[in-house]
């Protein structure tokens, strides 16, 4: 309790947050890069999008962003399984927050145009280890989708303009 009370007088309570914030980008990142690379290969597209999507969830400049995921390749590649992974997440992310994280899966997955069944087989797996339910993993997958054919649909000329 003393601790606590000195940590909060000398601000470590504030750096013990950052920390775990840290902690948990870091382990999403790594979770994210390891799907991209359940084809053996991540490509510039999927690069591309876990970056957008680790800049936008926790709220990451771009050279911070490059840090992360060069961290989170080196984590996963360290790394023999997910659990210290998804053991982060579930001690510091909300439901709701866990819920994102296997929406930023389902994105990553489909980033490509197709998925993979390997991709499929993990995403189900961190589901079940962070503790999201196959309902709310049907549902984070639905969102994604219909937020990718929004991008897609902005992205096609319309069929009523003119291009030269």
């Known amino acids: 309790m003393i601790d606590r009370l000195l940590d909060l007088l000398t601000g470590g309570a504030e750096r013990a947050s950052e920390k775990r914030a840290d902690d948990l980008a870091l382990s999403v990142g790594a979770l994210l890069i390891e ?21 936008r969830n926790f709220n990451l400049d771009p050279k911070s962003v490059q840090s992360l995921v060069e961290q989170a390749e080196r984590a996963m590649k360290s790394s023999t399984q997910y659990f210290p992974f998804t053991q982060q ?17 389902w994105t990553v997955a489909y980033s490509n145009g197709a998925l993979d069944p390997h991709e499929d087989g993990l995403i189900r797996q961190i589901a079940g ?33 003119v291009v030269d």
């Open 35 to 55: 799907l991209a690379c359940m084809d053996d290969k991540l490509d510039a597209g999927e690069r591309r999008t876990i970056e957008h999507l680790l800049a």
């Open 129 to 161: 280890l962070i503790q999201v339910s196959d309902w709310e993993r049907g549902a984070a997958r639905k969102r994604a989708l219909e937020k990718l054919e929004a991008t897609t649909e902005t992205a096609r000329p319309s069929p009523w303009c």
């Open 89 to 105: 997440i579930c001690r510091h992310a909300s439901a709701e927050t866990r819920v994102q994280i296997i929406e930023m899966l």
